[in-house]
């Protein structure tokens, strides 16, 4: 007898404990950790640049063989509310849809000079037709496109992630002669964009090697590709690594908007499709250390011969490569190339 309680009382504290820890294990494994539909925006991954800089999108990784982790990207997150919603009143930090609203948080992150010349001087010429008449930011962009909605899309360019279109504000399109022509194939940014911000020769390895960015810029040139069956602006970027060179398109909408379309001869039957078309088209000369461009619309097309020249960036100075390679060419952005049909449209002169 003394025998079975001895044991009942050494068994009895152990059940309890055991209890205690199965208890405990249990509730650990049923309370997930935290999270909410933000961290699966753009804002918070910014996933934007790991996808397409990755070999698997075609992009500059098939370049330089650098993993998208061992370069400086991952700083440009916004991983907490504090960095657009915060707000000090009389000493202490609360939330607030102020500041969120104000350009200088945008403008932090998403550098436009276009809205620095507006903030400048509201009268001067060709400002950006929505900075001149003070519009906010927000005032096209949704919280949707902000804050995200739980699913996480690639970048930016992928069908879904935005909101923001010009038929939100301008619908119906007012009757002219270039909607009715272009109504459904052609983006309103292909005519109603001034000027997209290009790139020429990134230096890849000063940025490897300096962590700091050189290239060149590229004045008055507009690129066009499709995205979403729409032709629509591109930027253009070449990059250089290791005297091997890329070139990248992407579409693009800057904030550079004019109330005035183009006319139709700075798209059709102009010098440059004419050059394409007898395959004497070039795209720039570098001489005396000095990078010259044509001018003009530039439609993309996958069999295009660019010859470029590819330059190192040493001691301050653009120094021509010899002999480069056969550059790699990436379309991202879920954009392509223009068809030689749509070429064909270029050709005919506008009276036609």
Request: hydrophobic share 30%.
């Amino acid at each position: 007898m003394k025998k079975g309680v001895l044991l009942v009382s050494v068994l009895i504290p152990l059940f309890l404990i055991s209890g205690f820890f199965i208890i405990q294990a249990t509730e650990e494994k049923a309370v997930p950790k935290e999270s909410n539909f933000y961290e699966k925006s753009l804002h918070y991954t910014n996933k934007g640049f790991e996808y397409w800089y990755s070999k698997e999108q075609g992009g500059l990784e098939r370049l330089t063989g650098i993993p998208f982790s061992r370069l400086d990207c991952t700083r440009c997150h916004v991983k907490t509310c504090d960095t657009c919603h915060k707000k000090e009143v009389d000493g202490k930090p609360t939330y607030s849809l102020e500041p969120a609203r104000a350009e200088e948080v945008c403008q932090s992150c998403h550098s436009m000079d276009t809205l620095e010349k507006a903030k400048k001087n509201k009268k001067a010429s060709g400002l950006d037709v929505h900075f001149k008449n003070e519009m906010k930011c927000m005032d096209c962009h949704s919280p949707r496109e902000i804050h995200g909605d739980g699913t996480p899309y690639n970048s930016i360019q992928q069908p879904g992630a935005m909101d923001t279109k010009c038929d939100n504000c301008h619908s119906p399109l007012p009757e002219s002669t270039s909607h009715t022509v272009h109504k459904g194939k052609l983006d309103c940014n292909a005519c109603h964009v001034r000027n997209v911000p290009t790139c020429y020769n990134c230096h890849f390895d000063t940025r490897i090697k300096e962590n700091k960015s050189v290239s060149l810029p590229l004045k008055n040139i507009l690129f066009m590709v499709n995205h979403e069956d729409k032709v629509t602006l591109a930027n253009f970027h070449t990059f250089v690594y290791q005297n091997k060179a890329m070139i990248a398109f992407a579409p693009a909408f800057p904030h550079d908007v004019m109330k005035e379309g183009r006319q139709c001869k700075e798209c059709h039957n102009t010098q440059i499709i004419k050059d394409i078309k007898k395959n004497k088209f070039s795209l720039l000369v570098f001489e005396k250390g000095e990078l010259k461009n044509v001018e003009g619309v530039v439609p993309v097309l996958e069999a295009l011969k660019w010859n470029l020249v590819y330059l190192n960036y040493t001691e301050g100075k653009w120094i021509p490569i010899e002999d480069p390679v056969e550059p790699l060419i990436n379309y991202s952005g879920y954009s392509s190339p223009l068809t030689h049909e749509q070429l064909k449209r270029l050709e005919k002169a506008p009276s036609d």
